[in-house]
DNA sequence: CGAAACGTGTTGCCTATGCGACACAGAAGA
DNA sequence: TCTTCTGTGTCGCATAGGCAACACGTTTCG
């Protein structure tokens, strides 16, 4: 696999939007075990060969995906602690409506009938990012002994996250993504208090 | 505008068929009159330099659509080499099917708030085809002087086919497609009797 | 069992497309 | 009026991606 010389190719995005699209899509279709890179190339119109040109195989387009939804995540600040910034709350935003616009695929991954490869790695991968994620903004947290365990604090995180998305998901008629968007903010923003400022 | 040598190139395809999408929800979202060139390649993913390389403008753009649609139409039977005596419903019922593929993109097409441009280069286009196809069939009757003139019978056809469709689209819950291709068939059936075939 | 048939990775060559720039036109605004 | 901004249409150059072929492993079926 090669890397590229400019990653901002509108070549390189529409590529890649295009072969995410068809990974979604295709899972929710005939699911991701069953799915080949053939279909996924196919669907997306993409040669077989750029796919390589860009991702190792489908689990890697499955988790280069999920970091791309994560860095939105974090840069809005939904992980952890709260800083509002009006321009990245839309992206936030944005990040919600695309993932309405696909909810039988996150259903898939976080619904109680989810396949067992999906819903592991999206919950190991969201645990990932939450720890990295809190090494970077609390690092003094990692070396009290006083502190709850810092897995069992993500762990935690995390799978409040997962269930949060996912019971929103699965509404009759799920909510607005400003909503959610703002729902999520203030959980996250009351357990990074409750659980990671030192009480004075 | 330059041609290019594999046509079948499947960036090609690809292209073009982003460039068509991205018109129908260009012309659904915003009307076809207020889109430009840019929205319809910054919505595709396609520079618009390339746009230039396939389609003179967004009319352009339109009429080839139009075209490939009516091409899709006469592989499958159902305008070309017509059968008059044939089973005329299965073929409208496919006609259908192939429209309900863009039903948004005909409902602003010949819906009553229609685009002006838009409606009339459609009325224009079938009108074309249905003449096309009345050659064909009944090359005799382009010579016979006796008869209503050609052009009067197509432009009523056709128009009477678009207003059809339209007003099947308007529908609420519209019908299905083979009940609303049995009411055309015997509207298009009594109107060919009337018109086409000599009294003896 | 053998042999099609399919999927995975990889490579070298060719080309469609992206990019940046340009001239031009019309519209909005000081 | 003179700017400024946006859209149009075109161009040369650089490159991402298509194509065809390859070796190899696995399924499928006769």
Redesign the pocket.
Known sequence: ??K?????????????K?LTQALIEGTVEKGFAA???????RR???????????Y???YDLLEQHLNEIYEVLEEGGIIGEGRPEGNIDEEIIELFKQIQQFPDFYRVMLGPQADAFLSQRFRQQTQQRVLAYYHQTFPEAASDPDTLPLDLKFTTIASAGCSALGWWLEQERPSTPEKFAHWLRQLSYDISISTLKPKK
């Open positions: 696999m090669q590229f010389d400019d990653v901002e190719d509108l070549r390189v995005r529409r590529t890649r295009l799915l080949t890179v053939r279909d996924i190339t997306a119109m993409v040669n077989r060969s750029t796919f390589y040109r860009h190792l195989d489908k």
